[in-house]
């Protein structure tokens, strides 16, 4: 029992759900930046280009006398929305990135210190304490 008592604990730590949530949230932002190049940007981007659509682009590497439709083909249209797709996927997430950065708030500043140490024993004292309540001796004010 004690393994599935660890597995539990390791399973329900907050990063290892933080993780999962993204992974399944990635996931479907994928889905939709993967539908929006193939479904609204490269058929504008085809159309500038010639009406070519580079999912059907493609190299056929058939050997003379064989039957070209069981030759087989590099597929480069498909490579090529598949890089087109990855470029406008990091640049979605860029921007994703950088809007939520620019909402965040910034840190607080650290509080000054109130307190020094005493240079004869050390303690913790007052900023403007001109004896140390501590050992008595004599310090300065800062």
Same mark, same amino acid.
Not at 91 to 109: C, E, G, I, T
């Given at each position: 029992?004690?393994?599935?008592?660890?597995?539990?604990?390791?399973?329900?730590? /907050?990063?290892?759900?933080?993780m999962?949530?993204?992974?399944?949230? /990635?996931?479907?932002?994928?889905?939709?930046?993967?539908?929006?190049?193939?479904?609204?940007?490269?058929?504008?981007?085809?159309?500038?280009?010639?009406?070519?659509?580079?999912?059907?682009?493609?190299?056929?590497?058939?050997?003379a /006398?064989?039957?070209?439709?069981?030759?087989?083909?590099?597929?480069?249209?498909?490579?090529?929305?598949?890089?087109?797709?990855?470029?406008?996927?990091?640049?979605?997430?860029?921007?994703?990135?950088?809007?939520?950065?620019?909402?965040?708030?910034?840190?607080?500043?650290?509080?000054a210190?109130?307190?020094?140490?005493?240079?004869?024993?050390?303690?913790?004292?007052?900023?403007?304490?001109?004896?140390?309540?501590?050992?008595?001796?004599?310090?300065?004010a800062?």
């Open positions: 029992m004690g393994m599935l008592k660890e597995f539990k604990e390791f399973a329900m730590r /907050g990063n290892v759900l933080d999962a949530i993204g992974i399944i949230i /990635g996931g479907a932002f994928g889905k939709i930046v993967t539908s929006a190049v193939n479904d609204v940007l490269m058929p504008p981007l085809g159309l500038l280009l010639g009406k070519v659509d580079f999912s059907n682009l493609a190299i056929d590497l058939a050997v /006398g064989a039957d070209p439709a069981k030759a087989p083909k590099l597929k480069v249209g498909v490579f090529i929305n598949a890089v087109i797709d990855f470029v406008l996927v990091a640049f979605a997430v860029f921007v994703l990135v950088k809007q939520v950065n620019r909402m965040r708030k910034p840190a607080p500043a650290p509080a210190p109130t307190t020094r140490d005493c240079p004869f024993c050390l303690s913790a004292i007052p900023l403007k304490a001109t004896r140390c309540a501590h050992c008595a001796s004599d310090v300065k800062a």
